[in-house]
């Protein structure tokens, strides 16, 4: 469980009452992965953009199984494998404001800018 806010009082502690009137106490956590979105306390989303490296093992898998490819083939493959990972939740849920944030999700789009610009160059 995640509490959310400015002044959370941490001390409180949640009970779930079963059928046969058993409690269970909730364990507080600091973060919470709910339908592949991590959340923190500060809504920081930083633990969401440490995830970028399954883009980067997407863009890898991209460089060792296609050798020689057209530059559509490329952007098709580049916008299914990895954009998706990178703008998963983007727009509706979190959206990247900080700097750090910003310029770590850039990373990925800069690497397959080198590797257009490879595919431009080489013999097919």
């Known amino acids: 469980m995640v509490s959310y806010g400015r002044n959370v009082d941490k001390s409180h502690t949640y009970k ?7 409690d269970t106490t909730l364990e507080r956590g600091e973060k919470i992965k709910d339908l592949g979105v991590w959340f923190d306390e500060k809504l920081t989303f930083k633990e969401h953009i440490n995830q970028i490296n ?8 991209i460089k060792r199984n296609f050798k020689y490819v057209t530059i559509p083939t490329f952007v098709m493959l580049y916008k299914s494998m990895v954009r998706s990972h990178l703008d998963y939740c ?19 789009q800069e690497e397959s800018n080198k590797d257009v610009t490879s595919i431009e160059k080489s013999p097919i």
């Open 16 to 22: 779930l009452v079963d059928s046969s009137n058993q």
């Open 54 to 61: 399954v883009a980067y093992m997407m863009l890898g898998l």
């Open 90 to 108: 983007c727009c509706s849920v979190w959206t990247p404001y900080r700097k750090g944030d910003i310029e770590a999700l850039e990373k990925v």
